[in-house]
């Protein structure tokens, strides 16, 4: 489980989840993992910040209703809060509210920003696009019901981490495309360890397929859920396969060094700058996918999470101070 390229405290997380002995994702059933996921998700992640403001709502999706939580860290009459509209990881199959708990409390917080997180619809039961009209609806709906809750409707970001690091692409390509159906351009995109090619076979996934959390197996049960591999060229599941990249939001890219996923989130970021985009590259050595929901156990997550937060701060214009070490006991269950 060692790697000459990862840090001592990442190496030492790899061996911790190594011994554990639990089984891979893609050897269970879907339901399966999603369960065993939401046991694990938070293990490494800091304990879920108090906050203000945690709602849970019901919002209107294209097969009827979707949940979504809101956390604010002011209360609603404090003034109107910039959102950031965000998509959960899990490689469209596994993932919930839940699982990205503790990670949306930490980018409210640290970024002065709401953050309204969504519960899209997974793969298989639901395959793609079910996850990509989800989102798109949000964003629609987010831009609509925004001032009635107390959020600023110029001042939308759209973000998500792996899987929902590529729904954030993607929502954010097609919100260019609608932008004049929507009234407000993009503030930001925010790209956490995204996926952004049509078929994992760069360089970084044969190095990396084994032993750096995120393996190939892994990956291949995820993709095999969500699509058939003839419809993988799809710009809505490869943004890299997109024809025009012009004029996009900023886009501000989390990415870390030892993950199979490197590779396409540099490409990624190279052809928006190449297209006269804004484009903000960190790039974390020695770590491996889905680091930033370690902070716990490794620094790297909790400087991640500043540079998200900076980011939203630039882009919404907010006052760039970050706490630092946002962190708290677990409070009670989020309000109904």
């Known amino acids: 489980m060692s790697s000459t390229l990862l840090t001592p405290r990442m190496a030492a997380v790899l061996e911790r989840i190594h011994r554990a002995n639990r089984p891979a994702f893609h050897s269970l059933t879907p339901k399966q993992a999603r369960i065993a996921y939401l046991m694990g998700a938070e293990i490494l992640d800091l304990p879920r910040a108090p906050l203000t403001r945690i709602d849970n709502l019901r919002i209107p999706g294209p097969a009827g209703e979707m949940a979504a939580r809101l956390y604010a860290p002011t209360a609603r009459e404090a003034g109107t ?6 998509f959960h990881g899990g490689g469209f199959v596994i993932g919930n509210l839940e699982t990205h708990d503790s990670l949306c409390r930490q980018l409210a917080l640290r970024s ?9 619809r997974l793969a298989p039961e639901h395959p793609f696009p079910a996850a990509v009209d989800d989102c798109w609806a949000a964003l629609r709906w987010l831009m609509q019901a925004a001032p009635s809750l107390g959020l600023d409707p110029a001042r939308i970001a759209v973000g998500g981490d792996s899987a929902g690091g590529t729904l954030a692409a993607v ?3 097609h919100a ?9 351009p993009l503030t930001l995109q925010l790209l956490i360890t995204p996926g952004a090619t049509a078929h994992a076979d ?4 044969r190095k990396f397929a084994q032993g750096h959390l995120l393996e190939a197996d892994t990956i291949a049960w995820f993709f095999n859920q ?9 710009w809505r599941f490869a943004p890299l396969n997109a024809e025009d990249h012009e004029g996009l939001a900023p886009a501000c890219f989390i990415l870390a060094e030892a993950d199979p996923l490197i590779d396409e989130g540099v490409a990624y970021a190279d052809l928006l700058r190449a297209h006269g985009n804004a484009v903000q590259l960190e790039l974390y050595r020695g770590v491996t996918h889905d680091f930033i929901k370690m902070g716990r156990s490794i620094p790297e997550a909790e400087v991640a999470l500043d540079a998200c937060a900076q980011a939203l701060q630039r882009a919404f214009h907010l006052p760039e ?14 309000s109904p």
């Open 112 to 120: 002065g920003a709401a953050v309204l997180a969504l519960d899209y």
């Open 176 to 184: 260019r495309d609608i932008q004049s159906e929507l009234g407000h």
């Open 226 to 234: 969500y699509l058939p591999d003839a419809q993988r060229d799809d």
């Open 321 to 334: 101070t970050v706490p630092g070490a946002v962190t708290g006991p677990h409070p009670e269950t989020a």
């Open 202 to 205: 760069t360089d970084s996934h």
């Open 171 to 173: 929502t954010a390509l």
């Open 81 to 86: 809060l910039p959102v950031l509209l965000y």
